[in-house]
């Protein structure tokens, strides 16, 4: 038994890890603000908070590596394998944490999680956006010169953020005080994988890549951009757990039935 459940999640692991790299392909970007999100951000962290710290380390580290030398950014594959498996191991350990956390600070948590995804999203993913996917390999940041995206435009108003947190705040709320969820260690934990995302990536683009890789980048203009990406990612990445555990709470009723 033991030996079949082990199967099952290690084919889960992989199964998401293909995921994660195949997504890295498809992403939304805002050319006035250059706020960029990759559809494989919300499948990492959603995998971390379900499976756990090792099982989010190596989605997101392998994941995005294979992603990166599939699209040729090379030199982003040691970043992959130290950041982002560091950011998957970190939010799946604090998810796992059985004790409960204070109930002001667990709410204040939330919110604040909440309110950046508004302040994100309006800041730098409103306006003319283009749904994008890399059909083409191995081109790197020739790829728009080459001709290898297929590229579809988007409006996406500022108040869609402002409308979606506000929702997102009042179910939290509603959840918190009815006492049937807590997003305390969540939002504690994907706020932890922001600070990392962050940090990690500002020092790596700072003194790896220029001195290591002969690439030069705009490491700090890259911040804002960073944090609003792995924000919105997170907040899906909730959801889509969200609709995972209601997946399997359906199941296993009608099992008990």
């Not at 006035?32 to 499948?43: C, D, F, K, Q």
């Not at 970043?79 to 796992?96: D, E, H, P, Q, S």
């Not at 960073?226 to 995972?244: K, P, R």
Request: aromatic share 16%.
């Amino acid at each position: 038994m033991r030996l079949r459940e082990n199967i099952k999640t290690a084919v889960t692991v992989l199964m998401l890890t293909s995921l994660v790299c195949l997504a890295c392909r498809v992403f939304i970007f805002i050319p006035e603000t250059r706020g960029l999100i990759s559809m494989a951000e919300p499948i990492f962290l959603m995998a971390a908070i379900l499976l756990g710290p090792f099982a989010g380390a190596f989605v997101g580290g392998v994941g995005y590596a294979l992603a990166d030398l599939l699209l040729g950014y090379p030199h982003y594959i040691v970043a992959a394998l130290t950041i982002k498996a560091a950011v998957g191991f970190i939010v799946g350990k604090v998810c796992t944490i059985k004790s409960p956390l204070n109930k002001t600070l667990s709410l204040t948590l939330s919110l604040m999680f909440f309110i950046f995804f508004g302040f994100a999203g309006g800041m730098l993913y409103s306006g003319i956006a283009y749904l994008g996917y890399a059909r083409a390999l191995f081109l790197g940041e020739s790829i728009m010169e080459r001709g290898g995206l297929d590229v579809w435009s988007l409006y996406i108003p500022a108040w869609f953020w402002a409308v979606v947190s506000v929702i997102l705040i009042f179910y939290a709320l509603r959840l918190e005080f009815k006492q049937k969820r807590t997003y305390g260690w969540t939002s504690f934990s994907l706020l932890s994988g922001t600070l990392i995302t962050i940090v990690g990536y500002f020092l790596y683009e700072t003194f790896m890549l220029p001195y290591f890789f002969n690439v030069q980048v705009n490491s700090l203009a890259n911040v804002p951009l960073n944090f609003g990406q792995i924000v919105l990612s997170a907040t899906i990445s909730v959801l889509l757990a969200e609709i995972v555990n209601l997946g399997k709470f359906r199941i296993e009723h009608f099992k008990i039935k």
